[in-house]
Nanobody, 118 residues
């Protein structure tokens, strides 16, 4: 059973940076394209960034392009999201999971809260 544990969120001022991590276990992490998702209050969960299984290709939602970078360490079974130039509209709970466009989703973790506010 897929297990995903997100961490690294917090309160940051507009223009600041955060690095999120996702520790994966109980599945063959290196075989799957992975994604970061986020859900703001009252909104649907949206796909933010994705990376292929070996990390050779990435893609981003238009709203974060040029500000966020997704990466992975397959040896450590960990997914990362480096977020820069954060905006208040980036405030959400951030989750990691398999890329839903390519794979069936695993069980969702608890997510990590990111709040961008002055």
């Amino acid at each position: 059973q897929v297990q995903l544990v997100e961490s690294g969120g917090g309160l940051v001022q507009p223009g600041g940076s955060l690095r999120l991590s996702c520790a994966a276990s109980r599945f063959t992490f290196a075989s799957y394209a992975m994604s970061w998702y986020r859900q703001a209050p009252g909104k649907e969960r949206e796909l933010v960034a994705s990376i292929t299984a070996v990390g050779g290709s990435t893609d981003y939602a238009d709203s974060v392009k040029g500000r966020f970078i997704i990466s992975r360490d397959n040896a450590k079974k960990t997914l990362f999201l480096q977020m820069s130039l954060l905006k208040p509209e980036d405030t959400a709970v951030y989750f990691c999971n398999k890329d839903r466009r390519r794979h069936s989703l695993g069980d969702w973790g608890q997510g990590t809260q990111v709040t961008v506010s002055s």
